[in-house]
């Protein structure tokens, strides 16, 4: 969807480097979120922002840090990044936390190496 | 606590043949559920929605599920499986409050001509 972007779409980085993803919006919705997927574990949340500079933690969050300074765009960065790291990436926007009226649109994603 | 279990990690149906897809929670209330659709290196897409009322939900691509709370599940349905629909199909509830989607772990769907 054109309303939701990720970048980079893939990334090959060494261990202990710091590493951010970009994910920019141009829906205006308040909720954004940050998924990783991997094998066997399906999605799962690691930060998510309900505003300008309010954000949180989710499940995974541990090694993870996330900054929201404007609507559109939510920053996830791995400080130092590790082979554990190594995964796929999802943004995600919702208009509601829970995504009740229309669910959540999600980015393409982001294939990260961690070598 | 809340969640969401799928108990198949992969299904495998013939072209034409009847689909369903298991979604089991565990919830306190009756809760907002959901079903995504995944296709290879592709990011989630919404199929469809229970909120509330009718327990029967129609979604896109010809997908159905029913939620029934007697047995704490949302299972996904289709007629028919066309071999387009080889795809991760994930089922998602938000914890209490308005809060982010929690996601199963997924069943693969493949389709055999």
């Known amino acids: 969807d054109a309303g939701i972007t990720q970048s980079p779409r893939h990334k090959v980085t060494e261990t202990g480097t710091p590493v951010t993803l970009r994910c920019h919006q141009t829906?205006?919705?308040?909720?954004m979120y940050w998924y990783r997927q991997d094998p066997g574990h399906g999605l799962r949340l690691i930060h998510y922002?309900?505003?300008?500079?309010d954000t949180d933690k989710g499940e995974v969050s541990d090694g993870y840090s996330v900054s929201r300074s404007k609507t559109e765009d939510f920053l996830l960065t791995l400080e130092s990044a590790t082979s554990s790291q190594t995964s796929v990436y999802f943004c995600a926007i919702s208009e509601w936390g829970s995504g009740q009226n229309y669910g959540y649109t999600f980015g393409s994603g982001t294939r990260l190496t961690v070598v | 606590a809340q969640s969401v279990t799928q108990p198949d990690i992969h299904i495998t149906v013939s072209e034409g043949a009847s689909l369903e897809l298991r979604c089991n929670y565990s919830?306190?209330?009756?809760?907002?559920l959901f079903w995504y659709v995944q296709s290879p290196g592709q990011g989630l897409q919404l199929l469809l929605k229970?909120?509330?009322?009718?327990?029967l939900v129609q979604g896109i691509k010809g997908f159905e599920a029913e939620f029934k709370r007697s047995q704490s599940s949302f299972n996904l349905r289709k007629p028919s499986v066309h071999w387009s629909d080889a795809a991760e199909y994930f089922c998602?509830?938000?914890?209490?409050?308005?809060?982010?989607?929690?996601f199963g772990k997924g069943t693969r769907l493949s389709v055999i001509a």
């Open positions: 998602a509830l938000p914890l209490p409050g308005n809060t982010p989607l929690v």
């Open positions: 829906e205006n919705h308040r909720y």
């Open positions: 922002s309900y505003g300008v500079k």
């Open positions: 229970y909120f509330s009322g009718d327990t």
């Open positions: 919830y306190g209330a009756t809760p907002y």
